[in-house]
């Protein structure tokens, strides 16, 4: 079956550095992409999103890179503030317009 | 709010009790996507509808799970014959089709099955 995988499942950092949250992929035939922060007790909120044929996209604080040759997806966040505690879910649109996540990966934000 | 909302928030249950859930997706979106997700995993998919039709299906859908949409709008989930292993949170989705379908998210059910 399709599978997301995260390297890490837990990140901690300290308030005003810069994150990285890492995502593998197995279906190299997805051309979309996105991340998603999910705050206790809540749904997945929209954080950002990637087409196949980019490599990098930036938003507010935020950055996506995808390396296609190696399956994996990773997103940057800059200045890491304490409202940025969450976890963070990567996504992609595979088989059946389906999107499948992973597992997470908890983001702790330190003062 | 114009955002995905899901009624209601929570549920406890009894095992063997029916529930239903409801989700009134965003106005403009016509696709709409249900999700399960356990404590510490991503949401996996159950179902979705484009307008009223309802168009994939997951094999985690047992026969206890039915999905409607009757009229492109709004859609329920029902669970019959509730499962201590159905306990979990039940999350809504919609999309517009067409470019990026993007899909925006409800805060979610959360369903406890004693």
């Known amino acids: 079956g399709e599978s997301v995988g995260l390297h890490l499942p837990t990140l901690s950092v300290q308030e005003g550095d810069n994150s990285i949250i890492n995502c593998a992929y197995s279906?190299?035939?997805?051309?979309?992409f996105i991340w998603y922060k999910q705050e206790s007790g809540k749904g997945p909120q929209f954080i950002i999103d990637?087409?196949?044929?980019?490599d990098k996209r930036q938003g507010q604080r935020v950055t996506v890179l995808l390396n296609k040759t190696v399956k994996h997806l990773s997103l940057q966040i800059a200045a890491t503030q304490p409202g940025d505690s969450a976890v963070y879910f990567c996504?992609?649109?595979?088989?059946?317009?389906?999107?499948?996540f992973g597992t997470g990966t908890s983001l702790t934000v330190i003062p | 709010d114009t955002g995905v909302s899901q009624n209601p928030r929570h549920k406890i249950t009894k095992r063997g009790q029916n529930v239903t859930f409801r989700c009134d997706p965003i106005?403009?979106?016509?696709?709409l996507y249900w999700y399960r997700q356990t404590l510490g995993q991503g949401p996996e998919f159950l179902t979705y509808?484009?307008?009223?039709?309802?168009?994939?299906k997951s094999r985690l859908l047992s026969d206890r799970f039915s999905a409607e949409r009757p009229k492109g709008s709004f859609s329920t989930l029902e669970i019959q014959r509730t499962e201590q292993g159905d306990s979990a949170m039940y999350l809504c989705?919609?999309?517009?089709?067409?470019?990026?379908?993007?899909?925006?998210f409800g805060p979610g059910t959360r369903l406890t099955v004693l």
């Open positions: 989705a919609s999309s517009l089709a067409g470019g990026k379908n993007t899909q925006y």
């Open positions: 279906n190299s035939a997805s051309d979309y």
């Open positions: 990637i087409r196949s044929n980019m």
């Open positions: 996504a992609f649109l595979g088989p059946g317009n389906q999107f499948y």
């Open positions: 106005s403009e979106h016509n696709r």
């Open positions: 509808f484009q307008n009223e039709a309802q168009l994939e």
